[in-house]
């Protein structure tokens, strides 16, 4: 009877001890699900409450302005509740207003398009720092936050010659000129077509110059972590010397125009 006893008492020990061990283990678990479900909650109540709380954002954009189109990406930097840091890089083309592209025939069935007396194609890099405003927050989940923006900083002017090919009424030679070239010599051609997108790059030349933009930004995205925005502005942009875009159209180192952009990103 004793050794049962001996025997029953040490088997209780055993599980009382084995039962404290497992809750200890068990703790750490806990916590990590603890901590979890409270920023699900937190979460969960900054999307009712419509704050953009953050610490940095990635966004893309594609851009259609009143003289040509590009894309851009956006680096956010979070100061305050309401200010956000920006650092931005562009890539576009820019159009003369002036310009229309018509098809011209190589024969009955092969027809290629091209811009008439245009000199040169003109791609932009733009790399800016501002910062931007919140004007009014989402108020709910399915609400528009609206925010307002300024960006400064310098531009990368890119002039390729257009070239077109052209064929010699006389001689029946092909080649590729520009239209500066066709004004200055004394043979006839007829001209083929756009000699086509990789066709002057070794001819480039660099315009540096200054740009500025004020815009509007509709951030429509049902998540806060995410980015879903329409953006309009306007944009200056000021260049060292004169860009010749047309033959026989005044050249330009200022330009103004609007724009439209539909943006996607996220928020971290």
Request: aromatic content about 12%.
């Amino acid at each position: 009877m004793k050794k049962l006893f001996l025997s029953t008492l040490s088997l209780l020990i055993c599980i009382t001890l084995f039962a404290q061990d497992s809750t200890g283990v068990s703790q750490p678990g806990r916590g990590r699900k603890n901590a979890k479900r409270q920023r699900i909650d937190n979460l969960i109540r900054m999307e009712e409450e419509g704050d953009l709380i953050f610490n940095k954002h990635n966004i893309f954009g594609i851009r259609l302005a009143t003289d040509g189109y590009g894309i851009n990406f956006e680096k956010g930097k979070f100061m305050t509740p309401t200010r956000t840091m920006l650092y931005q890089f562009e890539l576009n083309e820019k159009k003369s207003p002036k310009e229309h592209k018509v098809s011209s025939g190589q024969d009955q069935f092969n027809y290629s398009s091209l811009v008439p007396y245009k000199l040169n194609n003109f791609y932009i890099f733009k790399m800016a720092v501002g910062q931007q405003h919140l004007i009014g927050g989402k108020g709910n989940k399915n609400g528009v936050a609206v925010t307002a923006l300024y960006t400064g900083g310098i531009s990368l002017g890119m002039l390729k010659p257009y070239y077109v090919d052209v064929q010699n009424t006389q001689t029946q030679e092909t080649s590729r000129k520009t239209y500066l070239d066709l004004v200055s010599d004394t043979s006839s051609y007829f001209v083929t077509g756009a000699s086509g997108f990789t066709v002057g790059w070794g001819h480039l030349k660099i315009k540096p110059g200054l740009n500025a933009k004020g815009a509007l930004r509709f951030d429509y995205a049902r998540l806060n972590q995410t980015v879903t925005a329409i953006e309009v502005g306007l944009t200056g942009e000021y260049y060292f010397s004169k860009i010749p875009q047309l033959l026989l159209v005044p050249q330009k180192t200022f330009f103004f125009n609007a724009y439209v952009q539909i943006m996607f990103g996220s928020r971290k």
